[in-house]
């Protein structure tokens, strides 16, 4: 039987094919492939609704596949070689090669893109992060570092799912590099910002915790803490919440105010010696907080009460907007949705106070409390499957 395209696909390959003669250099088929992303994101950075519905990625994977094939890697030099490498990620092996050659030149007006770019192909041809590394060496050493934070992290965080002690090893040399560079000056490397050198150093903290290397783990978190007395103009935001969190790992756990407990469950069952606790703070127009009821109720069910109790917690007053009510309504959705997709889960109201003691400031939050009451673990890895470092810490305590 014959497939039937959508009619947007028949247009976009009857443009692709009257676009491949139009293009004389990469720099110009990347810019008309990428259109439709730069479009999308001016439309969300302006509150505007963007003009269609066909995501815009699809659209510049469709488009790149399409005019890669025009341009030999042979002709091009220069320039022209990064935004061939930027055109032709559909195809890796080709990416590779012209971003290699590229920067095997003397002058890069895209360096720091360029060798983003190469730590990416360089796992995407290879499946591992391990053969990048050197790369991201690199890009920890020289580099700006604010455009490739969340790459890095999820290098690493990647790495811990099956090698954490590989990790471990790489969180150490990203915090040392960037260590030094906010110690050191360095011709043509400027400091790296407070706030990702806050947040390596807190993600180093966690990981040391983590194979019980407690010692190292505080004088991480002495370095750190002395930093945020002698900066406090520059410890602000994301990464001074990360060092809350980081401070608050292995003591005991701060209580936890009950306003509210819903679904019948008393308030002695929030936090109780002997068992595992996971507390997952929420709001209701939180949608990863929403996807995740499904998930811990699946978690809950997988170990029964008596191994492990989680608890949803949130507060009326992130709940009150956006229509101000009085507490039982407020009260009234979070039960909705406990019954809907999350019967197993304890769900508690508790005071803006308590959510300022944690540190949680935007959403969702995970906090682990093992049989002792001591907080394990805070942080914003809502990933509980047991391959996951969060799943996997989970069932270590609970088996402890």
């Known amino acids: 039987m014959k497939t039937l395209r959508p009619l947007w696909f028949l247009l976009l390959c009857g443009q692709f094919s009257s676009a ?16 439709p992303v730069i479009e999308w994101e001016t439309a969300l950075h302006e509150q505007r609704m963007p003009t269609t519905r066909t995501r815009p990625d699809d659209v510049l994977r469709q488009r790149s596949k399409a005019l890669c094939p025009s341009f030999s890697l042979e002709r091009e030099s ?25 920067l095997d030149g003397s002058e890069w ?11 990416i192909l360089q796992m995407r041809t290879t499946g591992n992060w391990e053969t990048a590394w050197g790369t991201i060496q690199t890009i920890l050493q020289k580099d700006p570092i604010s455009p490739v934070e969340p790459q890095l992290d999820v290098a690493i965080d990647d790495e811990a799912d099956t090698n954490p002690k590989m990790a ?15 110690q050191a000056e360095k011709p043509g490397v400027s400091p790296e910002s407070s706030g990702f050198f806050l947040h390596t150093g807190s993600d180093l903290v966690h990981r040391y915790y983590l194979v019980g290397a407690n010692e190292q783990a505080t004088n991480v978190l002495e370095e750190m803490n002395s930093f945020m ?62 996807r995740e009821l499904a998930d ?38 979070p039960e909705k949705a406990r019954l809907e997709k999350a019967p197993r889960v304890g769900f508690v109201i508790t005071s803006d106070e308590t959510l300022a003691s944690y540190g949680v400031k935007a959403f969702p939050v995970v906090a682990i409390v093992d049989k002792r009451g001591t907080l394990r673990y805070i942080g914003k890895d809502v990933d509980l499957e047991d391959d996951d470092p969060a799943g996997r810490l989970i069932r270590e305590l609970i088996e402890e």
Not at 168 to 182: G, Q, T, V
Not at 305 to 328: G, R
């Open 20 to 35: 491949q003669s139009t293009f004389t250099k990469p720099s110009e088929a990347y810019e008309y492939a990428s259109r």
């Open 78 to 102: 220069g320039e022209e070689l990064y935004w061939l490498a930027k055109l032709c990620q559909p195809d890796p092996a080709k990416a590779l090669a012209a971003v290699t050659r590229y």
């Open 109 to 119: 007006e895209h360096g720091p893109d360029a060798r983003l770019l190469l730590a």
């Open 168 to 182: 471990l090893e790489w969180s150490k040399e990203r915090y040392s590099i960037l260590l030094d560079r906010r």
């Open 229 to 290: 007395k002698s900066h406090p103009d520059e410890a602000t935001g994301w990464a001074a919440e990360d060092l809350h969190w980081a401070n608050l790992e292995m003591h005991p756990v701060p209580p936890i105010a009950v306003l509210k407990m819903l679904g019948g469950n008393s308030a002695s069952s929030l936090i109780q010696p002997g068992r595992v606790e996971v507390i997952s703070f929420f709001f209701l127009g939180c949608s990863p907080c929403m």
């Open 296 to 333: 811990l109720d699946a978690l809950q069910k997988r170990y029964g009460k008596k191994k492990l109790s989680i608890t949803d917690v949130t507060s009326y007053k992130v709940n009150w907007y956006p229509t101000p009510s009085t507490p039982a309504n407020v009260e009234a959705s």
